[in-house]
């Protein structure tokens, strides 16, 4: 069913009471203004939509910012953007949606 009150669920169309949806997803906070998810649903999407983390090798949830850096091959990596994974050189950010990267933005090279 879709719905469409802005605070409804996207994934399973129920209420949301608040925002923004906070999940703990392995030791890092999600928090989910937009779009609005429930939180069993941005528990699922997680699981689902998660990317490894080349530098620490922990997953990265979706919604949150990234770094991204180019390997070799020119496939795009994924690093946290948080203080708990100090990356590097990342001459790219962008934002890790629902299993692909939005609002990619290149900024200058170092
Ligand atoms: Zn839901
Ligand atoms: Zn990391």
């Known amino acids: 069913m879709e719905c469409s009150n802005p605070g409804c669920c996207i994934e399973c169309g129920k ?3 608040e925002l923004p949806t906070t999940v703990e997803y392995h030791d890092q906070e999600v928090h989910l203004f937009n779009p609005t998810v429930c939180t069993p649903c941005l528990v699922a999407l997680c699981e689902t ?6 530098n ?3 997953p990265i949830p979706p919604f949150t910012l990234v770094g991204v850096l180019k390997a070799d091959d020119g496939e795009k990596q994924f690093v946290h953007m948080n203080t708990s994974c100090l990356t590097v050189g990342s001459a790219f950010h962008g934002y890790w949606g ?6 990619f ?3 200058e090279a170092c």
Not at 98 to 103: A, D, E, R, S
């Open 98 to 103: 629902k299993g692909k990267l939005h609002n």
């Open 49 to 54: 939509h998660s990317t490894e983390c080349v």
């Open 56 to 58: 620490c090798g922990k």
């Open 105 to 107: 933005v290149e900024i």
């Open 15 to 17: 209420q949301v009471a």
